[in-house]
């Protein structure tokens, strides 16, 4: 594994692609113990108002898996001619689609209190926004409409607030926060340029966000308070950051994934000490994520002849093991909370 100091002045390079370039920005947790066996047909149940009558119902945090499976992983699919929402087993099994509808949705991403996912979704019309499903009762629920093009939410560890980021009018994309309940959506960060993910850090002090600086389809990584204040740049010199990233449970690492276009690799980020360690070498990979326990690592790659598969390895990158091969693409997974 090795590594290096991320100081030196960025190089040139492009970024990933997915096959059939269906992923519109970029390249983002189990599901809780609430969820049914059977498929959830999501396109059968209409959305409410965002304003909800009461709410959302506290529910306790589920403990860290330790089923043999490892856990459970929710992922964007592209299943057809639409992107929608699957779930596996760590191990492989117990595959499931759960969103069906004449829509493309994204960005998959459990509350931390349990109990509900939001993604972002155009089932509304060409517009995205997010949308909130509460498994006891199977509760659908709009939470923004009419304030641009949203995607990449993430949850603050408490449970009660989202960032996403949001493209409102024809400038560069921003951060934007909006309560659990889909009241209060408001600009929290407006920055220079397009910023195409962001993550809440563990103990809520901090916000974490991939941003363009000067070449097409590449980012640096930033860091800054959670009020938008004290902005700094994390990375410098890493060719073709791509446009995801996660934090470690205990807040000290963060994911992303990086290289030239076509041959993008995993990267841990030492966030204190500002050096990278190269986790896999090759396959065209991206999208990574944390187990709750922080020792696995899911990401999708192309390792299998350019089919965009799930897969995970332990934190350290050993032990790698392919989770699902299907034809269409399966990226963005989310580890069980």
Not at 79 to 84: A, E, I, L, P, S
Not at 103 to 110: I, T
Request: hydrophobic share 35%.
């Amino acid at each position: 594994m090795s590594q290096r100091r991320i100081f030196s002045r960025r190089r040139t390079s492009g970024g990933f692609r997915l096959p059939i370039g269906l992923i519109l920005v970029v390249l983002a947790i189990g599901l809780c113990l609430l969820i049914p066996v059977a498929n959830l047909d999501l396109g059968n149940i209409n959305a409410s108002d965002p304003d909800l009558p009461t709410p959302l119902p506290t529910i306790t945090a589920i403990p860290t898996p330790t089923k043999p499976n490892i856990g459970r992983i929710i992922f964007t699919c592209t299943r057809g001619d639409f992107n929608q929402l699957c779930m596996v087993n760590a191990d492989g099994t117990g595959y499931q689609q759960i969103t069906n509808v004449q829509a493309h949705n994204y960005y998959p991403v459990y509350s931390p209190l349990g109990g509900s996912i939001v993604y972002a979704s155009n089932q509304n019309g060409g517009y995205f926004d997010l949308f909130l499903f509460i498994f006891e009762g199977s509760r659908l629920i709009r939470l923004t409409e009419n304030i641009g093009n949203v995607f990449s939410p993430s949850f603050s560890p408490d449970g009660t607030t989202i960032l996403f980021a949001n493209r409102a009018a024809e400038g560069p994309t921003s951060l934007w926060t909006v309560d659990q309940t889909g009241k209060s959506p408001k600009l929290l960060y407006a920055g220079p340029n397009t910023i195409v993910s962001a993550d809440w850090s563990p103990d809520g002090n901090s916000i974490a966000f991939a941003m363009a600086v000067d070449q097409p389809d590449a980012y640096e990584i930033f860091l800054m308070n959670t009020d938008g204040s004290n902005m700094q740049q994390l990375t410098r010199g890493l060719v073709g950051i791509g446009g995801s990233l996660d934090w470690s449970p205990d807040g000290k690492y963060l994911l992303i994934y990086a290289g030239p276009t076509g041959d993008k690799d995993i990267f841990r980020i030492d966030v204190e000490a500002k050096t990278a360690s190269q986790l896999t070498n090759g396959g065209n990979n991206a999208a990574c994520s944390y187990s709750p326990d922080g020792q696995w690592i899911a990401f999708n790659s192309l390792r299998n002849n350019d089919q965009a598969d799930l897969f995970i390895m332990r934190a350290d990158g050993s032990s790698m093991r392919q989770i699902t091969d299907n034809p269409e693409p399966d990226w963005q997974p989310q580890w069980e909370p």
